[in-house]
Nanobody
Framework: QVQLVESGGGLVQAGGSLRLSCEAS????????MGWFRQAPGQEREFVAA????????YYADSVKGRFTISRDNAQNMVYLQMNSLKPEDTAVYFC?????????????????????WGQGTQVTVSS
């Protein structure tokens, strides 16, 4: 059984940076893509970024484009989210997710329904 474990969350001032990590464990872990989502209190889960396992193509939500960078290390089964220029509105629980679906268009990885494995989340709080 595949498990995803996020780490790296915390409290940071506006304008600061954090790097989230997601470690996958379990045999035969070979997702088509990995994604990061976030959920603030009282709000729906929101897409942040996705990356294809093969080729490393990436896709970002408009709200984080230019500030966040998703990357992966296939050999180590790791996915990262580098978050720079953080804003108070970035405050949320951040989730790592794995998708077994192969989409040619990364746009399709925006929906949480395309992911079948989720981590427990890590809290990111940005103070103003």
């Amino acid at each position: 059984q595949v498990q995803l474990v996020e780490s790296g969350g915390g409290l940071v001032q506006a304008g600061g940076s954090l790097r989230l990590s997601c470690e996958a464990s379990g045999r035969t872990f070979s997702p088509a893509a990995m994604g990061w989502f976030r959920q603030a209190p009282g709000q729906e889960r929101e897409f942040v970024a996705a990356i294809k396992k093969l080729g490393g193509s990436t896709y970002y939500a408009d709200s984080v484009k230019g500030r966040f960078t998703i990357s992966r290390d296939n050999a180590q089964n790791m996915v990262y989210l580098q978050m720079n220029s953080l804003k108070p509105e970035d405050t949320a629980v951040y989730f790592c997710a794995a998708s077994g679906l192969y989409y040619s268009n990364l746009y399709n990885y925006q929906s949480h329904r395309g992911y079948n494995t989720w981590g427990q989340g890590t809290q990111v709080t940005v103070s103003s």
